[in-house]
C-alpha cells in the first residue's frame, strides 16, 4: 500500500483523523503522518496493528517532543508483512499533568519507550503496567529533556 491508499483505509474507519503533510523543502521519508486525538490513540493503534490489510506489527519507536507550549507524542509503526510505515503524532496540552494512554496490551515494546518518556519529560502513560523511572534515580527532580528544565548545581558544578 502506498501512503494515499494507507490514508484512504484509515479514514474509512476514522473519517476524522488529519493527515499533517509534508512541508516544502522538509527532509522525510515517504511514510504517511497523521494527527491522531489522544482519547483515540488506543482505539486507532489497535485498528491499525490488528486490521489484516494493515498489520503495523512493529512498534519502531515512540517518543517525545517538547513545544514550550505543549509536548507531542511521536509513534513509529512499521508493516514488516506489507513493507509499509506510518507515523502518529498526539499532541498532548497539559503541561502540568501530561497524560496519554499506554499502548503497551497492543505493542509490548512500548514498555520501556513509555518509561523513558516518562522518566525524562514527565509525561504519564494511563493504564501502563509498570510507570517508574527507568533511566533517572528515584529522588530525581524534574524532568531533564523539558525545555523548562532547570539543572540544580551538583557538587561539581
Not at 486525538?37 to 506489527?57: G, M
Not at 505493542?107 to 523511572?133: C, K, S, V
Request: glycine share 4%; hydrophobic share 40%.
Amino acid at each position: 500500500m502506498n501512503s494515499a491508499e494507507l490514508l484512504a483505509a484509515i479514514k474509512a474507519k476514522f473519517p476524522d483523523l488529519q493527515e499533517i503533510p509534508k512541508v516544502t523543502g522538509q527532509a522525510r521519508g515517504d511514510e504517511l503522518y497523521l494527527a491522531v486525538p489522544s482519547a483515540k490513540l488506543v482505539e486507532v493503534c489497535r485498528y491499525l496493528r490488528f486490521d489484516p490489510p494493515l498489520s503495523f506489527d512493529f512498534l519502531s519507536f515512540v517518543t517525545s517532543v517538547d513545544f514550550k507550549t505543549h509536548f507531542e507524542a511521536v509513534y513509529y509503526l512499521v508493516s514488516t508483512l506489507h513493507k509499509h510505515k506510518l507515523v502518529l503524532k498526539v499532541k498532548v496540552e497539559d503541561r502540568n499533568k501530561p497524560q496519554l494512554p499506554t499502548v503497551t496490551s497492543i505493542w509490548p515494546t512500548a514498555d520501556w519507550q513509555e518509561r523513558e518518556i516518562f522518566d525524562l519529560m514527565g509525561i504519564g502513560f494511563e493504564g501502563h503496567y509498570n510507570l517508574r523511572r527507568i533511566l533517572l534515580p528515584d529522588d530525581w527532580e524534574g524532568y531533564p529533556l523539558r525545555k523548562d528544565y532547570a539543572p540544580k548545581p551538583d557538587r561539581y558544578d
